[in-house]
């Protein structure tokens, strides 16, 4: 049976194999003329491009392309893209590609046309409430990975190389999510083990934070239970048969699910990975990855309810703690995903620092325990020397 599918929760999103084929459509019902297609530097060689801008020509829409994220993109690689808009009179955006591409393409739509400086729209505080939310620039999003869910997000994970050390800082406003997305699996069909792999991983980590976070939303909390049954289904078959179509539709749409989730919050995981990621320019998916059972094991002691519930909602031979993290481990095993943060090149130089890092990230807040720096630096130490 195809999977295909038209919703309009949390925004409009098609689903199905060739739905690429909608890009036109979407860009004239947004009024969009002229857009501009944010991604990155290797898969703008990648046949999907070329058909983007070809069936935005057939449809009399321009199609400019902007290569210039890095692999975090940073608050250059945006400010460059605004510019790049306001000089060539883009309204409308398209991102396409995976977390970078998608993040930066939001961000640069979300700063165009604004007269706030860049940082002044960081996730803090009331900040977004000063953006000129009518000033925004529509968004198409088309993700050609299945793990960060940034097509369904209201922020844009930017780096700030202005810092002291690099920093991931958040920018958000209601009217950052894209209008249209387009879920094709056959995007993905090119994604390497690995890359399932991690970014299968990351979608599993937003999926299980917002299910563990202690924030009030039981929509999200059904949304998260209801994608980590499909992780756990069709991550492995993806893994190993990267050809299948049905699981490809799927992990997207788990993705998807876990960034809709996490509006119930994140946690430790993410304020980890944030910064280990500025830091050691490490893959956000992978360190998601392995800090996983290192910040279970750590939030345990508040958590133990909520994931006896989710081992019977899987349907765990053991419904107990030891059995979700018993799945975890194993399913990290059958992804070949490294132990420890030391088997990826990361020591404990920087401990005290990273600790002090993380309690700043704003997944901090929503951890299921407000940790300390000296926690932050405990756990992370925990994940570099394999504790569990």
């Keep these: 049976m195809a999977l295909e599918a038209h919703w309009h929760y949390p925004t409009d999103i098609r689903v199905g194999a060739g739905c690429l084929s909608f890009i036109a ?8 003329t002229k857009a501009l297609l944010v991604t990155d530097k290797q898969l703008a ?12 020509e057939n449809h009399q829409i321009d199609c400019d392309v902007f290569t ?24 409308g955006i398209i991102a396409l590609g995976g977390g970078a591409s998608l993040d930066a393409g939001k961000a640069i739509a979300l700063i165009a046309k604004q007269s706030l400086s860049f940082w002044n729209m960081e996730d803090v505080g009331d900040n977004w409430t000063h953006i000129q939310g009518d000033k925004v620039l529509p968004v198409i999003a088309v993700p050609t990975t299945a793990g960060t869910g940034s097509e369904v997000g209201r922020a844009a994970v930017i780096t700030d190389l202005q810092d002291q050390y690099p920093r991931k800082r958040i920018l958000f406003h209601p009217q950052l999510m894209p209008k249209r997305v387009l879920l094709d699996p056959l995007l993905t069909l090119s994604l390497p083990p690995h890359i399932t792999a991690a970014t299968g991983m990351d ?6 934070e917002a299910y563990c976070a202690p924030s009030f939303h039981p929509m999200a909390e059904g949304i998260a239970i209801e994608g980590m049954k499909r992780i756990k289904h069709f991550l492995p078959i993806a893994f190993r048969q990267g050809d299948d179509i049905e699981a490809r539709t799927q992990m997207l749409v788990a993705s998807t699910m876990g960034a809709t989730a996490f509006q119930r919050g994140l946690g430790a995981m ?7 990621g500025a830091l050691y320019g490490k893959h956000h998916g992978l360190l998601n990855a392995i800090l996983m059972p290192y910040v279970l094991k750590f939030n345990q002691a508040v958590i133990e309810n909520k994931l006896v519930n989710l081992a019977k909602y899987l349907a765990f031979e053991h419904p107990s703690v030891e059995g ?15 132990h420890t943060l030391a088997l990826i090149d990361i020591d ?12 700043c990230d704003a997944a901090a807040q929503t951890n299921p325990i407000i940790l300390s720096a000296e926690q932050y630096t405990a756990l992370f130490t925990d994940a570099v020397e394999g504790r569990l």
């Design 25 to 32: 459509q979407a860009c004239e019902s947004l009024n969009i």
């Design 45 to 56: 060689s990648f046949p999907m491009v070329k058909q983007v801008q070809q069936l935005c």
């Design 68 to 91: 210039q994220i890095a692999f975090d993109p940073t608050d250059e690689n945006i400010l460059l893209g605004a510019k790049t808009v306001n000089q060539d009179g883009i309204n």
């Design 203 to 208: 979608a599993l980590s937003h999926l299980l």
């Design 270 to 276: 993410h304020a980890l990975a944030h910064t280990l």
């Design 324 to 338: 979700v993290m018993d799945w975890i481990l194993a399913l990290r095993n059958h992804l070949d995903i490294p």
């Design 348 to 359: 404990l130089c920087d401990a005290k620092m990273i600790g002090q890092m993380a309690i």
